[in-house]
């Protein structure tokens, strides 16, 4: 009987750490899309540590490849996945540049794929929400490839920012939910 209200204390506590993490992510959402430059360039950085660690463990995994055309390849993914990393890494305004059209790419492929889907489901109650989803992606997609490469000065850093505040606010109300819960 004497562990129940230390789990409920542990649970308080613990939604209270998480309310002000989710109050952190907010802030920093609004001094992403605040600043956005920095927010890229922090983003770009970011990527370009995490393809240089991809890149090293597709080195290691390389010499546990069953064949030899495994470890050829993976000694390859690897290679680009680290040239790529320190690309970005050694020219951060450019690796910027770069990503941002990556991204248009990425956004156009997707609201490629998101209409096809739409129409494959049309017949399916909710399937205009993938066709409204395919059509703002579609025109972001298009809005990021028309302005590049002036557009890399904000877009990477806002979006970042945008995804930041809404992943705060939507933590914020879950733990404010959890934390009603267990009182």
Given at each position: ?183
């Amino acid at each position: 009987m004497s562990s129940i209200p230390a789990v409920a204390v542990g649970r308080k506590e613990s939604m209270s750490w998480s309310i002000v993490l989710s109050i952190l992510l907010i802030v920093a959402g609004f001094l992403a899309i605040a600043l956005p430059q920095v927010a890229g360039i922090a983003a770009n950085i970011v990527v370009g540590w995490l393809l240089i660690f991809s890149g090293a463990v597709h080195l290691v995994y390389s010499f546990k490849a069953g064949s030899a055309g495994g470890f050829i390849w993976e000694i390859l993914l690897g290679l680009v996945y680290a040239l790529i990393g320190g690309y970005l890494l050694w020219n951060p305004v450019l690796g910027l540049v770069s990503l941002t059209l990556g991204l248009a790419f990425y956004l156009f492929a997707e609201a490629v794929l998101e209409l096809i889907m739409s129409y494959m489901l049309r017949a399916m109650r909710g399937s205009g929400w993938l066709l409204f989803d395919g059509i703002v992606t579609l025109i972001l997609a298009v809005m990021i490839w028309r302005t590049w490469p002036s557009s890399a000065v904000w877009v990477l850093g806002t979006l970042v920012g945008i995804s930041m505040l809404f992943s705060g606010f939507s933590r914020l109300m879950i733990s404010i939910a959890a934390r009603r819960l267990t009182a």
